[in-house]
């Protein structure tokens, strides 16, 4: 935004107004440090902010926070947000999640929700 003719560059600011403050924070930290503070509790906001903004290392690692922390309750979410942000290692430690613990995820609100709103995303279960 900054190196292109872009109303960013001409005022040399970039305002971001879609993400809570710890967040662009967070990401600021990622970018001039390589650390992120706070990432697990962070990591689905990262996630969003990375792909919005194209940063890679910062979407990997929210990535990985986000499938190092899966539960039943909320492996479904997982996969929306990894459909939704078309992640690649993301999208696939949820289906092994999902596909191992296929009884007990069927069984949670999150799920039967997530069913109803994506069935299309089932495919990835039964190609």
């Known amino acids: 935004m ?13 305002e971001i107004v879609d993400f809570d403050e710890h967040v ?24 969003a902010i990375a792909d919005k903004y ?3 290392g910062l979407k990997e690692d929210a990535e990985i926070a986000i499938a190092t922390n899966l ?3 909320n ?3 997982a996969l929306a947000l990894a459909d ?3 992640t690649s290692i993301l999208k696939t ?6 596909t191992r613990n296929a009884a007990m995820v069927k069984e949670t609100t999150g799920f039967q ?3 109803k709103t994506n069935p299309s995303l089932l495919l990835y279960f039964f190609p």
């Open 113 to 115: 929700a997530f069913v």
């Open 24 to 47: 662009v924070k967070a990401m600021l930290a990622h970018i001039y440090t390589g650390q992120t503070p706070d990432l697990n509790n962070l990591a689905r906001n990262l996630l």
């Open 54 to 56: 194209d940063l890679k």
């Open 84 to 86: 939704l942000h078309n």
């Open 71 to 73: 539960t039943i309750k």
């Open 2 to 14: 900054l190196t292109t003719p872009m109303m960013e560059a001409k005022q040399a600011t970039i």
């Open 75 to 77: 492996s479904a979410l």
């Open 93 to 98: 430690e949820v289906i092994r999640f999902i």
